[in-house]
């Protein structure tokens, strides 16, 4: 069983930064892939980041390529996400979740733990 917190979020202009964290407890930190994906209002829950265990290999979604950087640090169990140059369709509730799979998934089906999220709200 893995737990994950995700922190960081909150309200920011367009063009402004935020990182969001996301602190593991429980099993081996390393041992799982992490991803981000994110919900807006009315829509479904979309991939936006992943990284593997060994923080070796990144996967982005096209819309936040060159903006967002994923990034890990397994002595201290956690997952970020930067995230620069906003815009207001980045605003949406942001988890993370944790995979077994040795290959960045895209897929939440691919997820077996989540966090409950953490708002990130771009005004414009």
């Known amino acids: 069983q893995v737990q994950l917190v995700e922190s960081g979020g909150g309200l920011v202009q367009a063009g402004g930064s935020l990182r969001l964290s996301c602190a593991a407890s429980g099993r081996t930190f390393s041992n799982y892939g992490m991803g981000w994906f994110r919900q807006a209002p009315g829509k479904d829950r979309k991939f936006v980041a992943g990284?593997?265990?060994?923080?070796?290999?990144?996967l982005y979604t096209d819309t936040v390529k060159g903006r967002f950087t994923v990034s890990r640090d397994n002595a201290k169990n956690t997952v970020f996400l930067q995230m620069n140059s906003l815009k207001p369709e980045d605003t949406a509730v942001y988890y993370c979740?944790?995979?077994?799979?040795?290959?960045?998934?895209?897929?939440?089906?691919?997820?077996?733990?989540w966090g409950q999220g953490t708002q990130v709200t771009v005004s414009s």
């Open positions: 990284i593997t265990w060994s923080g070796g290999s990144t």
């Open positions: 979740a944790a995979s077994q799979s040795s290959d960045v998934s895209s897929l939440s089906a691919g997820y077996g733990y």
